[in-house]
């Protein structure tokens, strides 16, 4: 045998070809997911990049995953084409085939995530898989909300199925989804963009193996497990082996809900045990724990192995436990439509307990869960409505601020823990006739501190004239704010109002009546630390952008009144800042 420079004289690759070739895989999903982002018709997924993608080994283990993406996708994805693989049996899978489910339990936790998944043939072998998942606006049933009380009321459920066999796309499948729906050209343009986008991983990956001179994955893929998964432990080895206990409750729908975790280090792995988490709500907020997995997994990788990339090695020796029947481990038919607002509180749980273990790591609370809300409009029905009124769907992501840091601020109205970007509002007025009037920060809402929470922001939105609307309200932290953390202030709650006093809840689907304006304040993050020992130029450069008041400097942050006044000069006269 002729030894290349990408081959040991066994006929491995080489150590240098796999680090290569790892990197490759992980270029290779990144353009499967902007692929998906170009292509997709919903705006959760252009926008917001609310989606993942992920390639997989021939056993169903995730190899490497887009940077683009949400952890909740895609840690959710990893345990979900072993699922696949079950369902449809090895012995049935041929090239040309695509799968497809939106299962909540055996996909990314709710019915409004369509997860794809293509098996990649090369040389008539089947030699792994790519998946992809996308947040799609409508898929029937109540709409996106928490009103329902059991997943059957949620929407269209699309049992783990072929989409495509072998290139030939199951049109009884598609009718029946267009049926269903809403926005039938929307979803279905979803299901081929995800699919589409596969099929472009397969083809980079072909490319890959023929480059290398593969037959298999099967070398590079124990090389990143093996790897991934000793990196990820020798971080572990080198914490204490201690447990501690954390806690926070939040809104829930009519009642507070309460998480509850222990963490336990061990040499190998750590434990993070749900016990005594609050129960299924009525509503629709539950969370299957594939999601709680993904979270609680993501919060102590971030927390003490952010660069180790993300696959089933890296995530393996962080190990999940919840009582069955808690709003953690919702099982079938839980409502689960919002299980994001439960999951996206998962890591600051976590990260209340492990602070308590390593001091001076993890951030304070945050917003949490996504601002979001969905606008179902229609034509006026109190008055004769124009002829071009029209029915319309517009779901759009907000973000409230996310919690200081140690070292750093909080950052201003962004998504943390999912990542997900806030819409821009020509996007937002482009996909139906909703006008948002007000989009801006919101002085004072982030937590004083040694470092400041990141702010909220102020959004007031309505319909064009002849529409009315219900507002699907999927926020939190009305009655329960971001704390603060070790001597920091808390961050501002959520308020919801509508412009002629009508105050609404942060949950449900609401009615808001011909030309009335919804007046949302989403909240701020906790600070971080005794206010009084936040720098002065530091608070300074806050009033100076209108991030704090003057009352809050003075009387929060201890700036003298000269201070101020020198702020407000340089404001008047136009300095930079």
Known sequence: MTTTPSMTPSGKPSTVACQVMWNRLISIVEEQAQALVRTAFSTSVREAGDLSAGVYSADGKMLAQAVTGTPGHVNAMADAVAHFIRRIGRQNMAEGDVYITNDPWEGTGHLHDITMVTPSFYQGVLVGFFACTAHIVDIGGRGFGADAQSVYEEGLYIPIMKFAHQGEVDETLTRIIRGNVREPDQLIGDIYALATCNDIGHRRLVDMMAEFGLATLDDIAEFILDHSRRATIERIKALPNQEASGEMTVDGFDQPITLKVKISIHDDKI??????????????????????????????????????????????????????????????????????????????????????????????????????????????????????????????????????????????????????????????????????????????????????????????????????????????????????????????????????????????????????????????????????????????????RGYISAETASTVYGLSDDDIRQVEDMIRRGDPI
Not at 309 to 338: Q, Y
Request: aromatic share 6%; glycine share 12%; proline share 8%.
């Open 271 to 544: 434990i993070s045990d749900f016990t005594g988490t609050s129960g299924v709500d009525k509503k629709g907020i539950n969370c299957p724990l594939v999601y709680t997995k993904a979270y609680a997994c993501y919060a102590l990788k971030v927390a003490i192995a952010p660069e180790i990339p993300n696959n089933a090695a890296s995530l393996e020796p962080f190990e999940i436990i919840a009582e069955e029947n808690t709003i953690v481990h919702a099982l079938h038919p839980a409502p689960v439509a919002l299980r994001h607002i439960v999951g996206h509180f998962v890591p600051d749980t976590v990260f209340n307990a492990f602070d308590q273990i390593i001091p001076g790591l993890v951030p304070a609370e945050g917003a949490g869960c996504l601002c979001n809300f969905q606008v179902s409009l229609r034509p006026r029905s109190d008055a004769p409505a124009p002829s071009d009124a029209r029915r319309s769907e517009v779901l759009t992501f907000n973000s409230g601020g996310s919690g200081a840091r140690p070292e750093h601020d909080g950052l201003n109205a962004t998504a943390f823990p999912s990542g997900v970007m806030t819409m821009p509002i020509e996007a937002t007025e482009n996909a139906g006739p909703v006008i948002v009037w007000r989009k801006e920060l919101r002085p004072d809402s982030g937590g004083a501190g040694k470092t400041r929470g990141g702010l909220g922001q102020y959004m007031d939105i309505g319909a064009i004239e002849g529409h009315e609307f219900d507002l699907q309200a999927m926020f939190d932290r009305g009655d329960h704010p971001a704390r603060g953390r070790r001597g920091g202030g808390d961050g501002a709650p959520t308020t919801l109002v509508q412009d002629d006093g009508t105050v609404m809840r942060v949950k449900g689907k609401q009615f808001v009546p011909h030309g009335n304006k919804v007046l949302m304040a989403f909240p701020g993050g906790g600070g971080y630390g005794n206010p009084k020992d936040r720098a002065p130029d530091l608070v300074k450069r806050d009033l100076a």
